[in-house]
């Protein structure tokens, strides 16, 4: 009788050694799997912010570009009559605005909805500003002064408007992208 009772105590322990090991196994490959999909998702988080900030580089490029075709544009002197063909620099400005818009479709197919509003009013601030400068233009045809220099108040506040709209571009982007969080500068 003792010889079946150590025969069953040690079936039983064989038994809830192997009962233990496969939990903790299958404990084991659960963690693992967890762990893996909590890296994926931090991967395409990583992704999704990295694809966000080219975005939204590129649209600050762009509106670079439109800020020095706008310089440009304010050193032109009118045409001497008004049959004259506006200059070069405006159109130019145009073109470069152009590109600024294409590259505000690519903001707002990243998102979030902020940043794609934050895009359109600098885009639309850009457009004021350029029909401002044709207008300024377009009344001082035949004088010899640049049109950065004509007191134009609504030349100004579109420009003002520009440069607003691109800081809140800039601070809505940053905390998209978590620029505003605590310790970072």
């Keep these: 009788m003792a010889e079946q009772s150590v025969a069953l105590?040690?079936?039983?322990?064989a038994l809830a050694g192997v009962t233990l090991t496969g939990a903790f196994t299958l404990l084991k490959g659960r963690q693992e799997r967890l762990d893996k999909q909590l890296d994926r998702d931090e991967q395409r988080h990583i992704m999704h912010r990295e694809?966000?900030?080219?975005?939204?580089?590129?649209?600050?490029t762009a509106y670079h570009e439109v800020e020095r075709k706008f310089e440009e544009a304010g050193?032109?002197?009118?045409?001497?009559?008004?049959?004259?063909?506006?200059?070069?620099?405006?159109?130019?400005?145009?073109?470069?605005?152009?590109?600024?818009?294409?590259?505000?479709?690519?903001v707002a197919l990243e998102g979030p909805p902020e940043m794609r509003t934050a895009a359109d009013q600098?885009?639309?601030?850009?457009?004021?500003?350029?029909?401002?400068?044709v207008q300024v233009s377009g009344d001082n045809v035949g004088q010899s002064q640049r049109l950065w220099i004509y007191d134009a108040p609504d030349?100004?506040?579109?420009?003002?408007?520009?440069d607003?709209?691109?800081?809140?571009?800039?601070?809505?982007?940053?905390?998209?992208?978590?620029?505003?969080?605590?310790?970072?500068?």
């Excluded at 105590?9 to 322990?13: E, N, P, R, Y």
């Excluded at 600098?122 to 400068?133: F, P, Q, T």
């Design 164 to 185: 607003r709209a691109v800081l809140n571009f800039q601070e809505a982007a940053r905390g998209v992208l978590g620029g505003n969080a605590p310790g970072l500068r």
């Design 51 to 60: 694809a966000r900030r080219e975005a939204y580089v590129a649209f600050l």
């Design 75 to 106: 050193r032109v002197i009118p045409p001497p009559h008004d049959d004259d063909p506006i200059a070069s620099e405006l159109p130019a400005t145009e073109a470069s605005i152009m590109v600024l818009k294409e590259a505000g479709a690519t």
């Design 155 to 162: 030349r100004d506040e579109a420009q003002a408007e520009v």
């Design 9 to 13: 105590i040690s079936a039983a322990s």
């Design 122 to 133: 600098v885009i639309s601030a850009c457009w004021a500003l350029l029909r401002e400068l």
